[in-house]
């Protein structure tokens, strides 16, 4: 599971990028260089914002009260992948934890079905032969952050196209 989610740039940035058949070879590396600093800087926005509220608190929708381990190796910004003439960058991996994939079951929601008690204890086995279906709620806490920070991502992408091909505010 992803949400893709457009960057927008500024209007001198985007009349530039339009103005050339092909994105030369070091805008793709300026560009993927500016998103992987905006990312790193978005991880710690999420990691404030979303992802440390105290653990003794009541649930909230907002985001989560501690981030476990499985949780938190997941959130980390991989290197952006120039594909052709597009750059590709995304936070986080799937981190799986008994079969779960942690990050996306927070990011996305998930319903969890009955199933029968895997209870080693006969005496509560009998009593309780299945567990109860329940639900998580989609609380997105990565999208949150990402959409909290996109006017960034749009100044800092813009001016790093502009300054590698040159552009009226490069020339100034």
């Given at each position: 599971?992803?949400?893709?989610?457009?960057?927008?740039?500024?209007?001198?940035?985007?009349?530039?990028?339009a103005?050339?058949?092909?994105?030369?070879?070091?805008?793709?590396?300026?560009?993927?260089?500016?998103?992987?600093?905006?990312?790193?800087?978005?991880v710690?926005?999420i990691?404030?914002?979303?992802?440390?509220?105290?653990?003794?608190?009541?649930?909230?929708?907002l985001?989560?009260?501690?981030?476990?381990?499985?949780?938190?190796?997941?959130?980390?910004?991989?290197k952006?992948?120039i594909?052709?003439?597009?750059?590709?960058?995304?936070?986080?991996?799937?981190?799986?934890?008994?079969?779960?994939?942690?990050?996306?079951?927070?990011?996305?929601?998930?319903?969890?079905?009955?199933?029968?008690?895997?209870?080693?204890n006969?005496?509560?086995?009998?009593?309780?032969?299945?567990?109860?279906?329940?639900?998580?709620?989609?609380?997105?806490?990565?999208?949150?952050?990402?959409?909290?920070r996109?006017?960034?991502?749009g100044?800092?992408?813009?001016?790093?196209?502009?300054?590698?091909?040159?552009?009226?505010?490069?020339?100034?």
């Amino acid at each position: 599971m992803s949400v893709v989610t457009t960057i927008k740039l500024s209007p001198e940035a985007q009349k530039l990028a339009a103005s050339l058949k092909t994105m030369p070879a070091r805008a793709l590396e300026v560009i993927a260089a500016a998103m992987y600093k905006e990312n790193t800087a978005t991880v710690t926005h999420i990691q404030k914002k979303y992802l440390s509220y105290p653990a003794a608190g009541p649930t909230t929708k907002l985001g989560l009260r501690h981030i476990s381990g499985d949780y938190a190796k997941s959130l980390w910004t991989p290197k952006p992948v120039i594909n052709g003439q597009t750059v590709q960058s995304n936070i986080g991996s799937p981190v799986k934890s008994h079969g779960v994939s942690y990050p996306a079951v927070h990011e996305f929601g998930a319903d969890f079905p009955s199933r029968p008690t895997k209870s080693k204890n006969k005496s509560y086995a009998k009593r309780h032969p299945k567990t109860k279906a329940w639900s998580l709620p989609a609380r997105a806490p990565i999208q949150k952050g990402i959409t909290d920070r996109l006017p960034d991502y749009g100044r800092t992408i813009s001016a790093a196209l502009i300054a590698a091909i040159g552009g009226d505010s490069a020339k100034n």
